[in-house]
């Protein structure tokens, strides 16, 4: 299965990625991720990166596009993968394209996770993400069991520095000009499916469950 998950930032992309990499067996990619683990530790692409992300820009297209098509050659990637915030721009999706033409594979789906603006906004400013292991947290809705810490990994949980409520205004500016246009480019070739990102995630994967299997056996023949 070679799907793409979109939406805007704060749409539930990332909890919607993992049930379907669990559902289906397959690599959960994140650019978003992998930016910020190379900013952990200082590599070149994350020094770049860090200029673009802390001010909600996107990092440019060749360092995105690079770091996706080694991260393609990958094992674990041959067989199928998820992309989560991948592709961004027409760019991207054009060279993913070219990526997967040269492989002689096609795309199978393209999720769109749906929610309304204010909800986006409480969703974001709320967020807190373990500082360790990246798991999500929410100051309302999705507590840990000790105030600050990850219940999974004891390490402390912060608030992304771009997710203050200045910086996801400009990330949802930014959506909205770059990323929004590509769901009209997929639409063209039949690929998306509308999912829900409000409510209960996994009952959402259930309504689009049987459409996303049935696209994937399609391509097959
Ligand atoms: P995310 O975790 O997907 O919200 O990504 C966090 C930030 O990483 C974005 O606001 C961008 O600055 C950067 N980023 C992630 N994916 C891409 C991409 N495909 N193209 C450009 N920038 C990206």
Do not use: W
């Not at 299965?1 to 397959?26: N, Q, W």
């Not at 749906?114 to 409480?122: A, C, H, N, V, W």
Request: glycine fraction near 8%; aromatic fraction near 6%; proline fraction near 4%.
């Amino acid at each position: 299965m070679r799907m793409l998950i979109m939406g805007a930032p704060g749409a539930g992309k990332g909890t919607m990625a993992s049930i379907i990499k669990e559902f289906y067996h397959i690599p959960h990619i994140s650019t978003g991720d992998m930016f910020r683990e190379a900013m952990k530790i200082s590599s070149p692409v994350g020094l770049t990166a860090k200029q673009y992300i802390e001010k909600g820009e996107l990092v440019p297209d060749e360092v995105t596009i690079r770091l996706v098509e080694e991260r393609l050659r990958e094992e674990d990637a041959q067989h199928g993968f998820l992309f989560d915030g991948f592709p961004r721009t027409l760019s991207q999706a054009q060279a993913l394209d070219t990526i997967l033409s040269l492989q002689n594979v096609k795309l199978d789906v393209v999720v769109d996770m749906r929610i309304d603006r204010d909800l986006l906004i409480k969703r974001l400013s709320g967020r807190r993400v373990c500082s360790q292991c990246n798991a999500n947290y929410h100051i309302e809705n999705l507590k840990p069991k000790v105030e600050g810490i990850c219940d999974r990994c004891g390490s402390p949980l912060i608030q992304r520095k771009d997710d203050t409520e200045e910086t996801i205004h400009h990330r949802l500016a930014v959506y909205e000009e770059n990323t929004l246009p590509l769901i009209a480019y997929y639409e063209a070739k039949g690929l998306v499916v509308a999912a829900k990102g409000y409510g209960n995630t996994y009952q959402s994967f259930c309504e689009i469950e049987p459409i996303l299997g049935a696209m994937h056996d399609y391509n097959q023949k």
